[in-house]
């Protein structure tokens, strides 16, 4: 199994500033990699995948980078909708093998 | 637009059964697998695995063979999580989730059900 770490597990920013999310794979997943943002008490949603592509209506300060084994995401100026729990996913289709890192809280400073 | 409603909250105790529904709405339930999220009180994400809603054939993640089974009501676009033999750490929300890509699956989901709390207590 692939072991997704995150770093770090808690992320203290103030609004306006810029946020940088890591995420490193215990394996390469090529950029088979994909971000979610959870806010309390909601599912998640999908920010990112192949590493870099925005999903559907995601606002362009989410940007995602990386390759191989070592992930980032980045909130270009953090506004008061962003502090949540963003969590990392690797993806390979076949064998299906997804798994999660363990996510990285942002908050306010 | 595309929707994911799932049932209720559960309190069960130990041993046994529960059955969590997810009815989908919006599009076309047969063309996009759906996969099975567990996340714990206060913790991250696990995949569960996953069922072909065309074909009905369901595939487990590690960790999530024996006492858990997926299942699909096509005529309703209705799908199932069953637990059995329950246990405390058991505990958790867990979600259904729509897959991204039409056909086998990307394993990226874009839809989510709001998440269906099951508890287990004696």
């Known amino acids: 199994e692939i072991v997704m770490t995150q770093s770090p597990a808690t992320l203290s920013v103030s609004p306006g500033e810029r946020a940088t999310l890591s995420c490193r794979a215990s394996q390469s997943v090529s950029r088979n990699l994909a971000w979610y943002q959870q806010k309390l008490g909601q599912a998640p949603r999908l920010l990112i995948s192949g590493a870099s592509t925005r999903a559907t209506g995601i606002p362009a300060r989410f940007s995602g980078s990386g390759s191989g084994t070592e992930f980032t995401l980045t909130i270009s100026s953090l506004q008061s909708e962003d502090f949540a729990v963003y969590y990392c996913q690797q993806y390979n289709n076949w064998p299906p093998d997804l798994t999660f890192g363990g996510g990285t809280k942002v908050q306010i400073k | 637009q595309v929707q994911l409603v799932q049932s209720g909250p559960e309190l069960k105790k130990p041993g046994a059964s529960v059955k969590v529904s997810c009815k989908a709405s919006?599009?076309?339930?047969?063309?996009?697998?759906m996969s099975w999220v567990r996340q714990a009180p206060g913790q991250g994400l696990e995949w569960m695995g996953w069922?072909?809603?065309?074909?009905?054939?369901?595939t487990y993640a590690q960790g999530f063979t024996g006492r858990f089974v997926f299942s699909l009501d096509p005529s309703v676009n209705t799908t199932y999580l069953q637990i059995t033999s329950l246990k405390a750490e058991d505990t958790a929300v867990y979600y259904c989730?729509?897959?991204?890509?039409?056909?086998?699956?990307?394993?990226?989901?874009?839809?989510w059900g709001q998440g269906a709390l099951v508890t287990v207590s004696s």
């Open positions: 989730a729509k897959d991204l890509i039409y056909g086998s699956g990307s394993y990226l989901f874009d839809h």
């Open positions: 919006g599009y076309k339930f047969t063309r996009f697998t």
């Open positions: 069922i072909n809603t065309n074909t009905g054939a369901p």
